[in-house]
């Protein structure tokens, strides 16, 4: 599994984002699939994940009603669409593949990680 997230940048707020992740090595559409993201001196936190086939997908509160989580297996991507972006959702975005099928809030579920977009919201 190689992992290359994308599509990160600077806008204002009330503006929308698409991120997208790739598998440079095509061997992730059976896992379960997640964006976590960190801001600046903030833990590393659960943002959005989904299952294997799409079918299940989890937010974290803060996003819920804002963003959504999509992935296309024959691709091998996952998209987090994000929408009314406010200044509290500046990160940097990881996207990340499981060891199992399903959709996990749980970093420890997660063994392969992107090298992170950066997500810059101005208000």
């Known amino acids: 599994v190689q992992l290359q997230a994308c599509g990160g940048g600077l806008v204002q707020a009330g503006t929308s984002l698409r991120l997208s992740c790739a598998d440079s090595k095509r061997t992730i559409s059976n896992n379960g699939m997640g964006w976590f993201r960190q801001a600046p001196e903030k833990e590393r936190e659960f943002v959005a994940a989904v299952n294997w086939n799409g079918g299940i997908t989890d937010f974290a509160d803060s996003v819920k009603g804002r963003f959504t989580i999509s992935r296309d297996r024959a691709k091998n991507t996952v998209y987090l669409q994000m929408n009314n972006l406010k200044p509290e959702d500046t990160a940097v975005y990881y996207c990340?593949?499981?060891?199992?099928?399903?959709?996990?809030?749980?970093?420890?579920?997660?063994?392969?990680w992107g090298q992170g977009t950066l997500v810059t919201v101005s208000s």
């Open positions: 990340a593949a499981s060891l199992t099928s399903n959709a996990s809030r749980t970093r420890k579920s997660y063994r392969y």
